[in-house]
């Protein structure tokens, strides 16, 4: 079972925003810089964003200004608030620890779709 579980996406019209939540477990913690990553069919799976464990924050290009991520260490969870969603945002997200990416490490959850229309 992998212990990390996805949450929060859903439909909505573009301008429009949500909140993605990643629910962490299994030895996942604090000391883990975290990353969000989304795939679209046909495509492979994109780094969005990641935060430190000193809560430093990095974005692609094409979100920034736009979506925030965020942690609560004491509650294990990874936050991704995404405010001014366009089209080319639609995908599934998913969550992941970055030295779990880093190491090839092919493990996901079932990620949460975000659909963005127009």
């Known amino acids: 079972q992998v212990p990390l579980v996805e949450s929060g996406g859903g439909l909505v019209q573009s301008g429009e925003a949500l909140k993605l939540s990643c629910k962490v477990s299994g030895g996942i913690g604090s000391s883990d810089a975290m990353g969000w990553y989304r795939q679209v069919p046909g495509k492979s799976r994109e780094f969005i964003a990641s935060i430190s464990t000193a809560n430093t924050t990095m974005y692609i290009d094409s979100v920034k200004g736009r979506f925030t991520i965020s942690r609560d260490s004491a509650k294990n969870m990874v936050y991704l608030q995404m405010t001014g969603l366009k089209p080319e945002d639609t995908g599934v997200y998913y969550c992941?620890?970055?030295?779990?990416?880093?190491?090839?490490?092919?493990?996901w959850g079932q990620g949460t779709r975000v659909t963005v229309s127009e």
């Open positions: 992941n620890p970055i030295r779990w990416v880093q190491a090839g490490r092919n493990r």
